[in-house]
């Protein structure tokens, strides 16, 4: 019953519903006790040939009565019992999804995706089994054996009703044995169901490298074993749950037995007639189900307690990165200063240290380096990502940290090295921050983008469908498409992150050049390897192994002959190369 407590706060939020439901339960189990009890009248009229005409007449009535009654009840208890389950999967679904999105970067490392997606259906819908089967289950397993129990005692014969119960705490010893067994298993199968949907989701959206390297038989066959460890534990329990209805008829046989064997003999001792036996029975036959429902009602509680186990653990992860108590919501602006001792990693091992920049408001920097020179450390920094350093990040002369994340983030336009796209139309992808942005301003900043020429050379246009994270494009295509959703924010710290590395040198020279005209006046942060998207910065930094190694501006950094000059005339060179050989073809 340990599910129940779990979700005692809801049955309180929806107390109303669930009175309302169980009331016209339990009067539709009162009602249907009189036709047992008039079935056993007649027989005994008919036995005594007193059955007139009339009296059959008011039986049939009373019978059409009776089952009126209980249609119109079972409609309003379907309605709120159920319709209260699924109120409490909806709410279950909308915490989950608001818990995943204020989730950091660290979680979603720990935690794949196809075991997510099994947390937010399979084990939501179990656990909305609990309130709308399982209140059904309890209601008539307890108050609809409860009454017919007493009815039996009552109006036919109590030592009869003794003999007859005599089987009945069997139930509970085979429930109780085969209920722990259920709920270990059950777990295990869910967790084996998470591990196959994360598998294929994966798969699914790495099919071009699967075919690249020729792996389709063996990705197969990996997923054929991730299927049978599924199929074998669901089976594990389908045996455990099978024996629930069983061991339950078996011990309901036994009682019929007892039955007939104690009517027999009490109807010789004159104790009742052939008419209580006959109605006794009729209710003993209605008891079945509330016993069965008992079995059900264990099998229905231990499924929803090992997902609601699996559920609360999953919200029992608290964001790496939270607003501070009285936060800011006023957006950011001014002058950027990072200030940062020491940054480390969740190993221990040293990310940034030593890190001093001043960036004056709509001026440009830019980062450059080795690849894990940790360029997009300082990034999640800036975005905070990451929460934990030793130093200070200043915007305006006020800490981040002092600012709310959405403030903060609001801000911000962020283009990552792995631009991500919506399985949505173009348009619909670059209006994501704005859905409310007229054509007219999805067209100005694809322009900037140097993507317009190519949106309307699709056959859709801005309403093509991009496929799910833009299959249907090239990366060059993608990453303009992130940089014109980014731009069309108007943000004031603009951010691309090795954003431009999938587009030539022409269109990336035509980007670089649109963005220093229009955001003349704004914040940008340009990381990359090609340090032709970094010329013309009013401050270029250099990172290696988590620290500056140089600094200054473009003509500052040759002037230097340090790693920036080097790197820059290697590039120029090998650019001046590729043109030459484009010339001659």
Known sequence: MKIFKDLWWFFKQEKRAYLIGIIALVTVSVLALIPARLIGLTVDAIASQTLSATRLGVIVAILIGAAVLMYGLRYVWRTHIFGSSLRLERQLRNRLFKHLTNMSGDFFQKHRTGDLMAHATNDLKSIQQVAGVGILTLADSVLTGGMVIVTMATLINWKLTVIALLPMPLIALSSQFLGKRLHISFRNAQSAFSQMNDYAQETIGGTKVTKTFGQEAAETTHFERQIDDVRHKNVVVARLDSAFDPAINIIVAMSYVLTLIGGAYL???????????????????????????????????????????????????????????????????????????????????????????????????????????????????????????????????????????????????????????????????????????????????????????????????????????????????????????????????????????????????????????????????????????????EQVIVLEEGTIIEKGNHAHLMAEKGWYASIFEQQQLSATSESEVEARV
């Open 267 to 537: 109807i010789r001792q004159a104790e009742m007639t052939v008419g209580d036996l006959v109605s006794f029975i009729t209710y003993l036959g209605m008891l079945v189900w509330p016993m069965l429902a008992f079995g059900f009602l264990y099998n229905i509680l231990e499924r929803g307690s090992a997902s609601y186990d699996r559920v609360a653990e999953l919200m029992a992860n608290e964001p790496a990165v939270s607003d501070r108590a009285n936060a800011s919501a006023t957006t950011p602006v001014g002058d950027i200063n990072m200030a940062l001792t020491e940054v480390r990693y969740a190993d221990e091992k040293i990310a940034l240290h030593h890190i001093d920049v001043q960036l004056g408001a709509g001026e440009t920097l830019g980062i450059v380096g080795r690849t894990g020179a940790g360029k997009t450390t300082l990034v999640q920094l800036l975005l905070r990502q990451v929460d934990d350093y030793n130093g200070s990040i200043t915007i305006g002369g006020r800490d981040i940290k002092d600012y709310t994340l959405a403030a903060l983030r609001q801000s911000i336009g962020y283009v990552p090295q792995d631009q991500f796209l919506f399985s949505a139309t173009i348009r619909e992808n670059i209006r994501f921050g704005r859905p409310e942005a007229t054509q007219a301003e999805v067209e100005a900043v694809t322009r900037l983008t140097a993507i317009h020429d190519d949106i309307l050379a699709f056959s859709e246009g801005y309403d093509t469908l991009v496929g799910e994270r833009g299959v249907s494009l090239s990366g060059g295509q993608k990453q303009r498409i992130a940089i014109a959703r980014a731009l069309l924010m108007n943000p004031q710290l603009l951010i691309l992150d090795d954003a431009l590395s999938a587009v030539d040198a022409k269109t990336e020279e035509a980007i670089v050049s649109a963005l220093r005209d229009t955001r003349a006046d704004k914040t940008t942060i340009i990381c990359a390897h090609r340090l032709s998207s970094v010329q013309h910065s």
